[in-house]
């Protein structure tokens, strides 16, 4: 009869180390899921960061452009105050962005 005890004893302790194993999995699941969430937000201010970085390098090379073309589009304007200065297609919507932008 000893025996048979022993046994129901194993069997008791390797249930509870099941449940234990998987209430453990349970909680650990729970604890990467709220992590998760509350990293998110600074995971994405760091995506937006690099974008934002990239974005002002491509503008910073295309205003290069611009600059480059301005010069030359300004020196061929006449200087005499009256008469009408007609902009060109890239100036007026440079003026226009800097007009929304205000």
């Known amino acids: 009869m000893l025996p048979l005890l022993q046994l129901g004893k194993s069997s008791l302790a390797s249930q509870a180390f099941v449940k234990g194993?998987?209430?453990g999995a349970i909680y650990a699941?729970?604890?990467i899921v709220l992590l998760f969430l509350c990293l998110l937000p600074l995971i994405v201010k760091h995506i937006r960061k690099k974008q934002a970085k990239k974005?002002?390098?491509i503008r910073a090379k295309?205003?290069?452009k611009v600059r480059a073309s301005q010069e030359?589009?300004?020196s061929l304007k006449p200087e005499?105050?009256?008469k009408p200065i007609v902009a060109t297609f890239s100036e007026s919507?440079?003026?226009e962005k800097q007009d929304?932008?205000?």
Request: proline letters at 4%.
């Open 80 to 82: 005499e105050p009256g």
């Open 100 to 102: 929304k932008a205000s």
């Open 21 to 23: 194993l998987i209430q």
């Open 72 to 74: 030359l589009e300004i």
């Open 62 to 64: 295309r205003s290069s």
């Open 55 to 57: 974005a002002a390098a």
């Open 29 to 31: 699941g729970i604890v």
């Open 93 to 95: 919507q440079i003026l």
